[in-house]
């Protein structure tokens, strides 16, 4: 495990939405990040599907660790969007997020989300987005 | 109360993900709604301010009601985008959408998400998005 | 006419695409802009409707002004999305877009699209999108 | 040449403001898309580079024609959003779009736009958008 992957496991675990909702970091590179979150119970809507707002955290996450890790800087998520494919059912997500272009203030990545049952991988939602620096030095 | 505010509050406690975060629903018509949430310490980030995905969420909710009451049928979210305009700090959030547009199959709306601390109003996220019919009648 | 609207003027007039279209400003303040843009014939696609691209020229080029003059400064369009919501027939495409958040860097703008026709103006698209700081110092 | 290709020039063919900005289809199947438009000084904004309204365009267009050909109907643009990575200067515009997710009645797609210059591309903006069957059957 290098430094990124355990930077990127401390940041989640001091975010307590992302302790609540049970976020995992499977890899996380410059350019590329996987995030896992085994479904709960808790995660459905009246139908019984996964909440979108379950999916959209998992993007907006996801993408924001691809910009942070690109950018090596502190980082703000400054807009996103998604589109919603199928209903979410099975028994993890899997977002999967890739960095587009990387400028000296800002990172564009997108994010493919999958849920994950008995092994098949379905994809659910697609974002694209926009990662800034903040305006504070990196810590 | 009218029916439409009955459902709509129906509606959100038979979805588990709204509990666990705590939604309320303060208002709904067929061109409007507002939502509450107050602010738990779980809702943060690292930062100590709420997690973006808590505000997606929020937008994602308040969208989805607007245009299944515009559209008066089962809906499901297709699409939205969403840009982070301040930190969110405070007590609560409050979620306000509107209708734009609603054609025979799909409603575009827009949604405001401010955070209120001490009586004042921040906003601190726009939505735009578009919600349609699903497949099936309405039970 | 003031100096704001008489930069629009001649900002407009620089433009060869902005001209080629035959865009017009028709006012222009720190946080709204109205431009307008008679249809031609050259603007329609294969149905007889304005095509999407002239409205989404609309929306970038009415969203870039009103960031601009609440930046005061150079700026590049970074991102926008545009909802669709009707057919585009008429005389007139106007574009009115607004501020929403202007922050140091960047400003978050939104903007209705309407076709007039016969003095009657119907909304035929929504956007919404950021305008950022150019890296230059203002000319 | 096939059937799609043959349909796709024929609509391109048949879009007024298409030809006026010179668009051409370079390859179409059901699941993706290439169209090229050279690029021509009236394209330009004030500071030399391809007007955003421009991309926005091939975005759009290119967006639109996976769309058809997946959904395999008559189709309208709902939406799309598009990100601009850096300033589109060079001799050609390339947009090339694939199909991310085709449902009963609409289609996710994504688009790459870029700049070709002296034989070298460089990605200039990315987008992401719906496309959905039009009302009426398919002529």
């Known amino acids: 495990m290098d430094d990124l992957f355990e930077w990127g496991r401390k940041v989640l675990a001091e975010q307590p939405f992302s302790r609540l909702l049970g976020a995992e970091l499977v890899s996380l590179s410059r350019t590329a990040v996987e995030m896992r979150l085994p479904i709960k119970p808790e995660f459905r809507q009246q139908y019984g599907f996964v909440h979108g707002g379950v999916l959209s955290y998992a993007a907006d996450s996801a993408l924001t660790y691809v910009g942070a890790s690109a950018l090596d800087a502190l980082v703000v998520t400054s807009e996103f969007k998604i589109n919603y494919l199928r209903p979410a059912l099975g028994d993890v997500i899997l977002a999967r997020a890739s960095l587009v272009h990387a400028g000296r203030n800002q990172a564009v990545c997108?994010?493919?989300?999958?849920?994950?049952?008995?092994?098949?991988?379905?994809?659910?939602?697609?974002?694209?987005?926009?990662?800034v620096k903040a305006r504070q030095a990196k810590v």
Chains 1, 2, 3, 4 share one sequence.
């Open 110 to 131: 997108r994010c493919d989300i999958f849920v994950a049952q008995a092994g098949s991988e379905k994809l659910c939602a697609v974002a694209q987005g926009t990662i």
